[in-house]
């Protein structure tokens, strides 16, 4: 996967939340807005298909769009917290995996 095995366990470890996390938060993304999306019975048909395409077809972007500018029953700071955490804990990973990793 692109890391050296010669390094301390927390290194590796740290390394590997690093990798892994961004397709997780994705997958979690998706999950929820494809979710929200179709329990939205009151909304029209074209508004969720064209949102859900967007979801979809554009990665990473396209789920934080929705969750910024679609009209998700989701509370405003449940929708920050998912997104805006998600960024800072990977942001904070990148960052320990470089003070570990050298």
């Keep these: 996967m692109g890391m050296p095995l010669a390094?301390?366990?927390w290194g590796l470890l740290i390394g590997l939340y690093g990798y892994v996390l961004p397709f997780v938060?994705?997958?979690a993304w998706v999950a929820v807005a494809l979710w929200d999306l179709i329990r939205q019975e009151s909304q029209p048909l074209p508004y969720r298909t064209r949102w859900m395409l967007a979801v979809?077809?554009?990665p990473f972007i396209g789920p934080l769009?929705?969750?910024a500018f679609g009209r998700?029953?989701?509370p405003r700071q449940l929708r920050l917290i998912?997104?805006?955490g998600g960024i800072a804990v990977y942001a904070l990973f990148v960052?320990?995996?470089v003070a570990v990793g050298g």
């Design 56 to 58: 979809l077809v554009v």
């Design 25 to 27: 938060l994705y997958a």
């Design 7 to 9: 390094t301390s366990w």
């Design 65 to 67: 769009l929705y969750f």
């Design 82 to 84: 998912l997104t805006v």
């Design 72 to 74: 998700s029953p989701i």
């Design 95 to 97: 960052l320990l995996g």
